[in-house]
């Protein structure tokens, strides 16, 4: 570990590299990268081969990323400090694969979890601050559906509130301007022996979404969706936990 040999990671968070499932040679973008594992992650599973674009905009986590990488020997990892909202899509129109992996409250992650005795006023403020992420992460997996040859995009949070799994997937599928429009990947296609699935309400199959319950699941709380494009051949995915 002190050498970069492995990297520790809770095994639900390992989840989103699984499913984004980037080829060998390929080029990927990690849209909130800090502090790195998810890109290490894809790092290893590209088998060093191809690029990971990784994306940070705050300049302390960013030099966190690049640490991390490069003690994991990521070679096919470059860092790049700056906000993923404004990067231009159609520079990187070499992207295959994007993993969006947004702030949330963190509200799955056991030593964060809630303790059922909330004041009104904690209540409230937990409220005001998902309003707001929630709100983030929207324009963050829209921006991710702009990269005109993308054909894979995962979306994942170590969140378990709906306001940040479910409903932004549905506004962002529904609101969506892409031409072929993206969709859900099918269960088929998403750790289909995974038991636990997305709340129902919101998408209209809801198996296609991964959840990962805190209490249950014997690991952290998380939610992960795949989306592809709309395209006879494959369309675009998009996948949440």
Same mark, same amino acid.
Request: charged fraction near 25%; glycine fraction near 8%; aromatic fraction near 10%.
């Given at each position: ?7 520790? @990671?809770?095994?639900? =968070?390992?989840?989103?590299? +699984?499913?984004?499932? $980037?080829? $060998? ?8 990268? /800090? $502090?790195?594992?998810?890109? =290490?992650?894809? /790092?290893?599973?590209?088998?060093? %081969? ?41 520079? !990187? ?20 979890? %809630?303790?059922?005795?909330? =004041? ?6 937990? !409220? ?8 983030? @992460? ?22 378990? +509130? ?13 609101? @969506? ?10 269960? =088929?296609?998403?750790? $289909? ?46 996948? !949440?936990?």
């Amino acid at each position: 570990y002190l050498n970069g040999a492995f990297i520790i @990671q809770d095994k639900s =968070s390992c989840f989103a590299a +699984h499913v984004l499932a $980037p080829e $060998p040679g390929s080029t990927v973008v990690d849209a909130c990268a /800090a $502090p790195g594992n998810k890109s =290490s992650h894809a /790092a290893a599973i590209m088998e060093g %081969t191809g690029k990971i674009y990784s994306f940070e905009r705050d300049k302390a986590r960013f030099n966190t990323l690049k640490q991390m990488t490069k003690k994991g020997g990521c070679k096919n990892v470059f860092p790049i400090c700056d906000d993923f909202l404004r990067v231009d899509t159609e520079k !990187y129109r070499d992207v295959d694969y994007v993993l969006v992996d947004p702030s949330c409250t963190g509200s799955g992650i056991r030593s964060r979890g %809630t303790t059922g005795e909330e =004041s009104t006023e904690a209540e409230a403020a937990d !409220y005001e601050r998902r309003s707001k992420l929630s709100g983030f @992460q929207i324009k963050i997996l829209a921006h991710a559906l702009k990269f005109p040859n993308a054909h894979r995009v995962v979306y994942s949070t170590c969140s378990i +509130h709906e306001a940040e799994n479910e409903r932004v997937v549905h506004r962002v599928l529904q609101e @969506q301007r892409v031409n072929p429009p993206w969709k859900l990947a099918p269960r =088929s296609r998403v750790m $289909p022996e995974w038991p636990r699935r997305g709340n129902p309400g919101y998408v209209e199959d809801f198996g296609c979404l991964i959840r990962v319950d805190p209490n249950e699941d014997g690991c952290n709380g998380f939610f992960v969706t795949v989306t592809f494009p709309g395209r006879s051949d494959s369309g675009y995915y998009l996948l !949440y936990g």
